[in-house]
Nanobody
């Protein structure tokens, strides 16, 4: 069972990033998949969720209309497209399936 996030980086406000979450050792379509983020000194917060079959998505108010979560079942991969990034989006982004977590990928938005 393994989850690996990638795609983070340092970008300027207004830029875009696409995060990937690759999962192995799971029956991928058995899980709702979630992206969380955690900023320094703050609690981990749910950013986006996509249901098992990919038919429904949910977003935090702070990212709605800017972020899009999607999944590729054939590749056991989930994506988080992040547009119009703001400094408040800075943090470590984690992928979650059931009780399993990845190691996270750092996103830093700074002028």
């Amino acid at each position: 069972v393994r989850i690996v996030e990638s795609g983070g980086g340092l970008v300027q406000p207004g830029a875009s990033l696409r995060l990937s979450c690759a999962a192995s050792g799971f029956t991928f379509t058995s899980y709702h998949i979630k992206w969380y983020r955690q900023a320094v000194g703050k609690e981990r917060e749910l950013v986006a969720l996509i249901t098992k079959d990919g038919s429904n998505t949910t977003y935090a108010d702070s990212v709605r209309e800017r972020f899009t979560i999607s999944r590729d079942g054939a590749k056991n991969t989930v994506f988080l497209q992040m547009n119009s990034l703001k400094s408040d989006d800075t943090g470590v982004y984690y992928c979650n399936l059931g009780k399993a977590w990845g190691q996270g990928t750092q996103v830093t938005v700074s002028p």
